[in-house]
Nanobody
C-alpha cells in the first residue's frame, strides 16, 4: 500500500513562492511516476505537473509552465513542486499522486495524498 503525505502549503501574496513536498512510503518509489493535481472550490481536479519514474522527464500544464518546477529525490522518496510567481488563480488544494505513467489525467494514478491548501492573495 502506497502512502502519500503532502506538506508545504500555506498562504502567500501574489508573486510569492511556495515549495510543496510529498513523502512517499510503502512501495519502491523509483517504480512510480508522480504527479501533482489541484482542485479549486467548485471546479474539477486539474492536472498541474508530472515526472517520470527513472528518467525524471517532466511535464507541465500550460497554466503553470515556466512558473512551477516538479522534481523528485529518489534517495528521500519525495517529490517536490516549486511554485514561483504565484497568482490568485493558483489557489486550490494541491494533491500528489503516484502511478505507473506520467499521465495528465487523474485516472491512471492509483494513489493519492490528502492534499495541502495553497491560498494566493492579490
Amino acid at each position: 500500500q502506497v502512502l502519500l503525505e503532502e506538506s508545504g502549503g500555506g498562504s502567500v501574496q501574489a508573486g510569492g513562492s511556495l515549495r510543496l513536498s510529498c513523502a512517499f512510503s510503502g512501495r519502491t518509489f523509483i517504480k512510480y511516476a508522480m504527479g501533482w493535481f489541484r482542485q479549486a472550490p467548485g471546479k474539477e481536479r486539474e492536472y498541474v505537473a508530472s515526472i517520470e519514474r527513472e528518467s525524471g522527464r517532466t511535464y507541465y500544464a500550460d497554466s503553470v509552465k515556466v512558473r512551477f518546477i516538479i522534481s523528485r529525490d529518489n534517495a528521500k522518496n519525495t517529490v517536490y513542486l516549486q511554485m514561483n510567481s504565484l497568482k490568485p488563480e493558483d489557489t486550490a488544494v494541491y494533491y500528489c499522486a503516484a502511478g505507473h505513467g506520467p499521465a495528465q489525467s487523474p485516472e491512471p494514478y492509483g494513489y493519492w495524498g490528502q492534499g495541502t491548501q495553497v491560498t494566493v492573495s492579490s
